[in-house]
């Protein structure tokens, strides 16, 4: 029962990291390389796109700090792409800590190794 507990707290702390936990290696090492580069995507893009709404409400006469006005620019700009990145972020790290609770609950059944 402590695996089962255990991995998907880790999981979702840092998605992969139940997988590893459970010892599947390759599957957890994937899912952290994934989720990182996921995230650094997500996060490189939003700073893009606040760049740019702010340069547009400079543009269009905001005075500095005006957040409502970048706001408004953010908005004007659509964030389809920031939105898709965000939803397959969610549905991964979900994947992760789903399967680091299966794959704990099936370590647990196992009879442990007495060396």
């Given at each position: 029962m402590r695996k089962a507990i255990v991995s998907p707290l880790l999981s979702l702390l840092v998605p992969g990291m139940g997988q590893i936990l459970n010892r599947q290696l390759f599957k957890g090492s994937?899912?952290?390389a994934a989720m990182s580069l996921l995230f650094i995507i997500l996060l490189?893009?939003?700073?893009?796109?606040f760049g740019q709404a702010v340069m547009a409400a400079q543009e269009a006469g905001a005075?500095?700090?005006d957040f409502a006005?970048?706001?408004a620019q953010m908005r004007a700009q659509g964030a389809t792409w920031f939105l898709?990145?965000?939803g397959?972020?969610?549905v991964l790290w979900t994947y992760a800590v789903l399967d680091a609770y299966r794959g704990g609950r099936a370590a647990d059944a196992m009879p442990?190794?007495?060396?």
């Open positions: 994937l899912l952290v490189a893009f939003g700073m893009h796109q005075a500095p700090g006005a970048v706001g898709v990145l965000g397959l972020l969610a442990e190794e007495k060396n």
